[in-house]
């Protein structure tokens, strides 16, 4: 499909820069149905959902994986996106140009990391020195990795290492925070479970691919960054129960979503899964491990707008789009939420 079909205008301030508090005050368009949309508040959710149905979070956890050093005279800014090793990552350098392979890049503070083998995306590997935990290392020169609408506008801060991170955040590893997830509060979950809807929990370590555009002009030509993810046998063997018995598979988020689509088999089962995924979900396929999303408002021309007009309908993500951004929600990562139930 052409790219350009999943385009739309998004004003400015429209964009979220801080997230509103508390978590789950925020605002929730449910799409439901094949027509139905209305406005509510996460808080509503347990109201929204059935008893029986269960909510899947991504329980990965955020690294602080921006740094910024020297080569030489050169300043370089690199983002972390994928672990390949003990002690190599892989990541997206900012002045590029300036570093060849072997060359040493000084992140101050004892850090620094020896630049490897270039990757067709233009990412390079790099390959931290001495013997401390790489994660030791980023807890000293790092810093949260906001995407780039928000850090364009504003410095991160201290705020950002709470802000970011979900209540669920255990695995460390990310790069980006599964952002479906921040609305949620203990409060909230307690009123869930009252509810009888289930709670579980998978990993899938976000990449910082997923803010990369999407360059080609037709979704034939993208390439999807890979992601590591895992589900256990018994968290499949529980959402299976969990359809078995007539309820719902929401996932909240799509790396929930997109890490279950890649364990579910054709006849619907999820299988354990552990290893990279690069699914590239557009309109036209067909859904097998999921029953619903809850998700918050992506980027015009996204891997994952095209992802939810593949669940809802494109033109129906289009006008709910169109809807959104005239009552003001508020988009992206600290942004309000939505609930698709097709």
């Known amino acids: 499909m052409r790219v350009d079909l999943f385009d739309f205008d998004l004003p400015p301030e429209n964009i979220a820069l801080r997230p509103v508090s508390p978590r789950d005050s925020a605002r929730m368009l449910v799409l439901e149905g094949a027509e139905g949309i209305f406005d509510r508040s996460v808080s509503d959710l347990p109201g929204l959902l059935r008893g029986g149905d269960c ?91 906001l995407p780039p609408y928000i850090a364009g506008k504003r410095p991160t801060d201290e705020r950002d290492h709470e802000d970011y991170q979900t209540m669920f955040a255990r695995e460390k590893g990310a790069v980006a925070a599964p952002t479906a997830a921040l609305h949620f509060t203990p409060r909230l979950i307690e009123a ?28 034939d030509d993208h390439r999807m960054h890979a992601e590591w993810g895992r589900i256990d046998m018994a968290t499949a063997d ?23 689509e890649s364990a579910a088999g054709e006849d619907g089962l999820i299988h354990p899964f552990e290893g990279d995924t690069a699914i590239f979900i557009t309109p036209g396929y067909r859904f097998r491990g999921i029953d619903g999303l809850m998700t918050n408002f992506h980027l015009p021309k996204s891997t994952l707008f095209m992802l939810v007009s593949a669940l809802m309908g494109r033109e129906r993500m289009q006008a709910a789009y169109a809807h959104a951004i005239g009552t003001g929600y508020r988009f992206y990562s600290y942004g309000d939420s939505s609930l698709l139930l097709p």
């Open 55 to 145: 909510l899947v979070f991504n329980d990965t956890r955020v690294i602080p994986a921006q740094l910024e050093g020297r080569r030489g005279e050169a300043r370089i800014g690199a983002t972390l996106h994928k672990r390949e090793g003990l002690r190599q990552w892989r990541a997206f350098v900012r002045n590029a140009k300036r570093v060849r392979t072997g060359d040493r890049i000084d992140f101050g503070v004892g850090v620094s990391a020896i630049a490897a083998d270039r990757g067709e995306d233009g990412s390079i590997l790099l390959d931290f020195e001495g013997s401390e935990p790489v994660e030791l290392l980023l807890e000293r020169a790092g810093t949260m990795p």
């Open 192 to 219: 869930l479970a009252v509810a009888g809807i289930a709670t579980e929990t998978l990993t899938l370590h976000v990449g910082a691919g997923t803010f990369l555009p999407v360059k080609a002009d037709d979704t």
């Open 238 to 260: 529980r959402l299976n129960a969990v359809r078995a018995k007539g309820g719902r598979v929401i996932a909240v988020g799509t790396t929930s979503l997109r890490l279950i």
